[in-house]
């Protein structure tokens, strides 16, 4: 069973900077992909941040230019560096993996449980 430890988090003034990691347990699986998402109180989760095996990335609009995601193969883990953070960031992040499985349904989603993020004015 793949297990996603996330850490970081915590509570930030608007403008300051937070950092996200998560460890995630080697699969049997191929990795399509990797990455982050939040979900603040009242609203869908929204996909943030996400990073695929070659290495290409993707952000949401409301992020691009602010965070950066990254991976290190060696620990198993992803980051999320987060900067100019504003009171619209605050959410609760979830680590996030999903797998090409050789059975059905093929595409598969892993997840951690979550982190707080909190941006205060």
């Known amino acids: 069973q793949v297990q996603l430890v996330e850490s970081g988090g915590g509570l930030v003034q608007a403008g300051g900077s937070l950092g996200l990691s998560c460890v995630i347990s080697p699969s049997i699986f191929s990795i399509h992909r990797m990455g982050w998402y939040r979900q603040a109180p009242g609203k869908q989760r929204e996909l943030v941040a996400s990073?695929?095996?070659?290495?290409?990335?993707n952000y949401a609009d409301s992020v691009k230019g602010r965070f950066a995601i990254s991976r290190d193969n060696a620990k198993d883990t992803i980051y999320l560096q987060m900067n100019s953070l504003e009171p619209e960031d605050t959410a609760v992040y979830y680590c996030?993996?999903?797998?090409?499985?050789?059975?059905?349904?093929?595409?598969?989603?892993?997840w951690g449980q979550g982190t707080q993020v909190t941006v205060s004015s």
């Open positions: 990073i695929n095996s070659g290495g290409i990335t």
């Open positions: 996030w993996e999903r797998v090409i499985r050789d059975i059905l349904p093929s595409d598969y989603d892993y």
